[in-house]
């Protein structure tokens, strides 16, 4: 007589799980509570040490009984520990929101800021850049959600991380469904490794945004590969996914086209590995009815759509232009004089001897987890290639053959941004590699798995270590997820005291008079408000100009026919040159120098605690532009 039906669901998915994952559910709602009770007043230089201790205990309890639960409580713990990690990781992306940022962000996202609020405005739209689909994204989440379109940004890539989290083990899944592969991969996603903060960045960034969309793509594109979304109402050689694909590759081209370039790649190359599959199977068994190929479909018709659509999009715009010029002008100077490479590299790790940190230690920070999941991937291919995974394994085998495969065309594209100004590109390439490596990494993690388990056996012990090892590898990867002081980098918080400061300081700003910020000019911030302000009026304080109040006064950016000039100083700068750089360019003196100086020709002109715009008289001086060093490496 079998067991009535309540007892074998208790025994399958026992009561101590259950209760394990109320406190871990319980542990997220008052981690957030926790973040929320203490919202940022200022700029934070670290959005890890200024949030509560609480949040990070809440967090990284319900990470650890996730894992816990996933590992020992059966079929439904892995469902429901996955699930509780997975809301953790995104309570963690989410953070900014809950300590009531402002807006996070800075650089390029306060200029695609500015792009988006000009989209809701009849003189700017869809077609004005070059990649509008992020912004288009953030401003349907702005206008639905009803809140204000900075927080509409954050929102764009909080659902692209989300996106990450749910087809990186749905894309596993489609070539090897077990779900023993399926949690080592959601785990694998939730490490967020194409988030390297070189190139790649947790704040609104469009090639960032596309790269945390790509996994959407993997999936549909392996789901008509390997016939698992077969309709009786289509053709063989058609699927839903087949029909679905399109339409995802051509928003991966409004997206970001570098990115669609990486795509457009990658499917060329599936398709060949497809071709000459088929063509192996004709020659060695020509009696084969099914065309060989490991009864996959090929990927022509996709291939041939995107590389129309990509072709059309991007012919139109001139940023195009001069991403082509820029790579292939620094191919050719390393070619002709064998300088130039890794120009990136050597600027950062020049930074960081500079303030006595090796690259070698900055480069365990950033890269360890990655490099670890890029030798199990290598070492996968490697197996399949020598034939040693079984031959049931037949469509996860030729995923990884083709990802494997790819590594030969991609890896000389990613190469050529490698060498001279463009050197920075290749870590954006770096961060959509890593989209690859999490699946095949994840997929070598499941076979390496299962032969321990076989020559082993995973007991008590094993798995007590394992939970360690996945919350270390977590926080390992996780910690450099937003910039800090760990990574000697500051965050990306831009404040509100930013904002209304700049805002003052451009409207009521003498006409022709030039603005002066530390380190970066006033340029984003008046993309981000929509000032339309002369960029010959925009000026860097350099390190040298700011060693002394004399140089302070004399320094000129570029020509102005004004004696005078304004300059601003916030407590994000000094912060963030203090703190975040560990004065490697401006030092806590030249802050102090300038907010308490005795000058006549410095006078405050505005402030509202954390932002400052004072009137730097010139008259009587030389009015050329100054010629200055860079303290920097």
Not at 34 to 39: F, I, L, T, Y
Not at 575 to 587: A, I, M, P, Q, S
Request: charged share 15%.
């Amino acid at each position: 007589m079998s067991p009535p039906l309540r007892r074998r669901s208790e025994s399958a998915f026992p009561k101590w799980a259950r209760a394990l994952l109320l406190v871990g559910f319980l542990a997220v709602a008052g981690a957030v509570l926790a973040a929320r009770s203490k919202p940022a007043t200022g700029y934070e230089v670290s959005i890890y040490r200024a949030t509560p201790v609480a949040f990070w205990v809440g967090v990284l309890a319900a990470a650890t009984i996730g894992v816990v639960v996933a590992l020992y409580a059966g079929r439904w713990g892995r469902i429901t520990g996955v699930s509780l990690a997975g809301f953790a990781t995104m309570s963690f992306a989410a953070l900014p929101f809950f300590r009531g940022y402002y807006y996070y962000g800075t650089g390029d996202a306060l200029t695609h800021l500015g792009w988006a609020k000009a989209m809701l405005t009849p003189g700017f739209g869809f077609f004005d850049i070059i990649y509008p689909g992020g912004h288009s994204l953030a401003l349907f989440l702005s206008q639905t959600i009803g809140v204000p379109v900075r927080w509409g940004m954050m929102y764009a890539m909080l659902t692209v991380s989300l996106l990450t989290l749910v087809f990186v083990p749905l894309a596993v899944w489609v070539v090897l469904p077990d779900s023993k592969a399926v949690v080592i991969a959601a785990f694998s996603a939730m490490l967020m490794m194409p988030i390297n903060n070189i190139s790649t960045h947790p704040h609104f960034h469009a090639y960032t945004l596309t790269t945390l969309y790509f996994p959407f793509v993997l999936y549909l594109l392996f789901k008509h590969l390997t016939r698992s979304a077969e309709d009786e109402a289509l053709p063989e050689w058609l699927s839903a996914a087949s029909l679905v694909l399109p339409l995802a590759v051509t928003a991966n081209v409004f997206f970001h086209p570098q990115v669609a370039v990486n795509v457009l790649i990658f499917m060329g190359t599936v398709l060949a590995v497809g071709l000459a599959w088929r063509r192996h199977a004709r020659v060695s068994n020509p009696a084969a009815t099914d065309g060989g190929g490991r009864h996959h479909r090929l990927l022509l018709g996709q291939v041939l759509f995107l590389f129309a659509v990509l072709l059309v999009w991007a012919a139109q715009y001139r940023h195009t232009y001069i991403y082509l010029y820029n790579v292939l002008g620094s191919v050719v100077e390393f070619v002709q004089t064998g300088t130039g490479a890794g120009q990136a590299v050597a600027r950062g790790g020049g930074s960081a001897q500079s303030i006595g940190v090796s690259l070698t230690e900055l480069f365990a920070k950033l890269f360890l987890v990655n490099t670890a999941y890029i030798a199990l991937a290598g070492g996968l291919v490697a197996a399949i290639a020598y034939g040693t995974i079984h031959e049931r394994y037949a469509d996860s085998n030729s995923a990884v053959t083709y990802i494997g495969a790819s590594a030969l065309t991609l890896g000389p594209f990613f190469a050529a941004t490698f060498v001279g100004d463009v050197s920075e590109y290749f870590f954006r390439h770096l961060g959509f590699a890593m989209i690859l490596v999490a699946v095949v990494g994840s997929i070598a993690l499941y076979h390496l798995s299962e032969r321990l388990d076989g020559v082993f056996g995973f007991d008590g012990k094993a798995k007590s270590a394992l939970v360690v090892v996945v919350v270390v590898t977590m926080c390992l990867s996780l910690v450099t997820f937003f910039p800090s002081p760990y990574m000697y980098h500051p965050t990306a918080h831009s404040t509100e005291q930013q904002f209304v400061g700049y805002d003052a300081t451009l409207e009521h700003r003498a006409e022709g008079a030039a603005i002066a910020g530390i380190r970066h000019g006033p340029g984003r911030f008046t993309d981000a408000l929509n000032d339309p302000y002369d960029l010959d009026l925009q000026w860097s304080l350099n390190g040298p100009a700011a060693s002394s109040i004399e140089n302070v006064t004399r320094y000129r950016g570029s020509s102005s026919e004004r004696p005078f000039y304004y300059l601003v100083v916030s407590e994000v700068a000094r912060d963030r040159e203090v703190l975040g750089f560990k004065e490697l360019r401006y030092t806590r003196e030249d802050f102090e120098r300038i907010e308490q100086g005795t000058n006549p020709r410095l006078s405050l002109v505005q402030t509202n605690g954390e932002f400052a715009t004072y009137y730097v008289d010139q008259r009587g001086y030389n009015l050329e532009p100054t010629e200055t060093t860079d303290r920097s490496a």
